[in-house]
């Protein structure tokens, strides 16, 4: 594991101190964005209706042409979200999306952490110049320090967590199937478990009981209860045990997964989102349910299965959201029923946001990826 030396990035030039001489294309720039609406839309009435939330603060620019990796709110109030960008950056806004303001430009983002005993301190993962790259800032994204830098070329990191009891022990997944761990704020980093055969590290994220998870590309999510060294597969059931398939007529077991939601307030409830399509568990992986969404005959395609992709939920489950395409199906029965919801985007809804104050309040994160 390679290990450098942080360089200090003043507030002036940001992040492009640290590779002075290569131009890169800035976040705020549109050259990312499709025939479809980007960015962030929102709702305040449960779903029933989206509008864009994607203006710049001051008159600065605009998200509509950026693809949104991953949002999360700050722990003190939910009017301040933080929104990381796979066309580049990382943004906030302190007035409940009405407006942002970018804090991190030019690396591309996939995801990040704000500590929450002092959001002035925000970790960044993702991957600049053909490295996987972890920066920290100290002061609210004014300036960002490189904390870690990947020595193989195109191994991007890219998901960040760390332990809810203590905020320095900080946990980061790479492309390659390396977790990676460091237990001084982000100053040293060693290697504490590899996956195997390479499995793409999707996500980390730890459930209300401090337990951390890990969602693996092809093997799914796994669970460690001692800070990373041993992982338990609780998808299992999934992977090596065939799920019949209607259509076709087979048993079809899950070949691929693409994201996953540990509920907020009840550990044990997970949703995921797979090649074969959504499947939740209420007992931690010992037993898994496939759910059912109605999508109508006019979307399906026989060349391109529709797929759920983002996924989340609250009140111990019971509240759930997915995605389809840039069409959003809500549950207030953990999944037994639906609600079908337009959005005014034909992009796909890669993350979905509930506002833990109040959830009417729903914002939905778009990309074209």
Known sequence: ????????????????????????????????????LDGIVKSVDGGQTWTASNAGSGGGASISGLYVSEMAFDSATSQTIYMASSSGGLWESQDSASTWREILSKITTYDFYVVPANNKIIYAAGIYNSHGKIVRSQDGGSSWTEIYNESSL?????????DPTNSNTLYAG???GTLIKSTDGGINWFVAYTFSNQDQILKLRF???????VLLRTNGISESTDG???????????????????TTLQNQSVSSFTKFSLDTQAAGVIYTTTSEGLFKTS???????QLNLPVSSSQTSSNTPLLPRAITSTDGGMQVY??????????????????????????????????PRNSSIIYAGITNL
């Not at 450098?4 to 800035?26: C, D």
């Not at 959003?328 to 979905?352: C, M």
Request: charged residues 10%; negative net charge; glycine residues 6%.
């Open 1 to 36: 594991m390679q290990r450098f030396t942080s360089i200090f990035l003043k507030p002036s030039v940001k992040f492009a101190a640290a590779i002075a001489g290569i131009a890169l294309i800035s976040a705020s720039c549109n050259l990312f964005s499709s025939s479809g």
């Open 174 to 176: 790479l492309n390659d």
């Open 154 to 162: 195109n191994n991007s990191v890219n998901s960040i967590a760390a």
């Open 228 to 246: 990373g060294t041993n992982w338990t597969s609780i998808t299992q059931p999934l992977t090596n045990i065939s799920n019949y398939n209607s």
């Open 207 to 213: 459930d209300p009981a401090n337990n951390l998870y």
């Open 322 to 355: 997915t995605s389809i395409g840039g069409t959003i199906y809500r549950s207030i029965d953990g999944g037994n029923s639906w609600q079908t919801e337009e959005t005014p985007t034909t992009n796909t809804i890669n993350k979905i946001l509930i506002d």
């Open 283 to 289: 007992d931690n992986g010992a037993h898994w349910s």
